[in-house]
């Protein structure tokens, strides 16, 4: 399993970010979905998800409608929009495989890609 995250970097706060994540080494269409986030110190923060065949999300009700998920399964691709970037925005994101959507539990990440927010 390879994932392969891109789109990161220093964004001013309001600005937006377009995170890809491209997938390989399993059959990506038969698996759920997520991006989490990680703060050094805070943990890990599970923010969106989307199902195997793209028709079903999870947001995480903190993120306020300012994040979209989505995916390419021709294309082995998942995307990540974020809209009005806060300064609590700034974390390493990372796509990860789905193991329980119920749990919200992962279990292959990719090395992630940092986005910092600044005022």
């Known amino acids: 399993v390879q994932l392969v995250e891109s789109g990161g970097g220093m964004v001013q706060v309001g600005g937006s970010l377009r995170l890809s994540c491209a997938a390989s080494?399993?059959?990506?269409?038969?698996?759920?979905m997520a991006w989490v986030r990680q703060v050094p110190g805070k943990g890990t923060d599970y923010i969106a998800a989307i199902s195997a065949h793209g028709g079903t999300t999870y947001y995480k009700p903190s993120t306020g409608g300012r994040v979209t998920i989505s995916r390419d399964n021709a294309k082995n691709t998942l995307v990540l929009l974020i809209d009005s970037l806060k300064p609590e925005d700034t974390a390493r994101y990372y796509c990860?495989?789905?193991?329980?959507?119920?749990?919200?539990?992962?279990?292959?990440w990719g090395q992630g890609t940092q986005v910092t927010v600044s005022s």
């Open positions: 990860a495989r789905v193991q329980s959507w119920r749990l919200k539990t992962t279990d292959y």
């Open positions: 080494g399993f059959t990506f269409s038969e698996y759920d």
